[in-house]
């Protein structure tokens, strides 16, 4: 269901919108979940940003990024520092927009683990809804480590029972091999065909991901791989907020912590949970 200023949202021939967009507004309509908008610019915000989330996933799906664990990560030195933990650190004086840009433009350069590069995804596509000078604005300060992500992105995550495209959900390997912990299970992209997009894995049917998952589980288990009711996506009408207000002055923020957790493919609730541990120890 779609709400827009307390009004049914009703869909018009006169929409502005490509067949990705159509599939993203009949989904939300037939959701019993309600989606609600203070207007019109917010709510075609959300959906093409969207758009841009499954156009971004099938950009690196097609790009030379390689899948690695946090150790062997490597990046462009010309726009960002590699961290002994595996982060990328945007370097003094480059512009974010130039530096997230360069991760599609040059991605031979590039190797990172699956949240990473699901975070990459979301900058890369909202740089795209905002355009540059709200983008560079807002994030100044970037470092790709995991879910780490700047408050202004508004990353969050819930369960429930429907998401859509645009999504990021988390496929759980509970009994995995200690042997190979970087299939712990899978953080991918919602698509428009309902298919999901997972980083070192490509563009698969829900099946076919448990599939394998299940191949890479301990000699003996019965527990079998599953798809969690976890989401996440970004604060779409916050975001939305700052470019009609055209932020583009540098706003001073506090930095968010950052746990080196070395975890590879956890998903959004497991980082913050050793967040939050290491905050309550």
Known sequence: MIQISGMPFQPSGTMNTGSIERIIIQQMLNDPVLYSYPSNNAFLFEVRSRKNIIESANEMNESEVK????????????YWNLTGAGGFLLKPNVSPSEAIQDIYRNSSLYATECATACVIILY?????????PVFNSLFYNLYL?????DPDLGLYTFNGSHFLPGDIVYFNNPDFNVQTPWFRGLN???????????????????DEILEFLNTQRQPGSNQLAYLTSLITRPSFNT???????QRERITHKKTPHVIHHNKNRLSFVQHQDYLNNTYNN
């Open 188 to 206: 991918a992209v919602v698509m428009s065909d309902g298919r999901f997009f997972g980083h070192g894995f490509g563009i698969m049917t829900a």
């Open 124 to 132: 890369h596509a909202i740089l795209k809804s905002i355009g540059r």
């Open 67 to 78: 899948f690695t664990t946090f150790r062997y990560a490597r990046c462009n030195p010309a």
């Open 145 to 149: 480590y995991s879910w780490h992500t």
């Open 239 to 245: 975001l939305s907020n700052y470019v009609t207000l």
